[in-house]
């Protein structure tokens, strides 16, 4: 993703100094870059939604099937949050 948009720059910056056909061709391939990373952006952002929405149920499914085990992990990490954050 970094590099798509990273090319898409360096033609962009090519196009500026460059005319005539040679700047439109630059100007084309930078949008075409740039229209793939914006679909790339798109698939990792529904893929990474997804991904936290089953984690989501997952975890509402353990909640109910382990009332008393759920209270006790939340409250462990309070106390270890709290101690972390005394300390400081």
Known sequence: MKTLVKDAQELF?????????????LRARGL?????AVVK???VQT???ETGKEIAVK???????NPW????????VGVLF???ISRK
């Open 13 to 25: 910056r090519e196009a500026t100094s460059s005319t005539g056909e040679r700047a439109e061709e």
């Open 32 to 36: 075409q870059l740039l229209d793939t």
């Open 41 to 43: 952006a798109h698939e």
């Open 47 to 49: 893929a990474a939604l």
């Open 59 to 65: 975890t509402d499914d353990y909640v109910h099937e």
């Open 69 to 76: 085990r759920a209270v006790t992990i939340a409250a462990g």
């Open 82 to 84: 709290g101690f972390l």
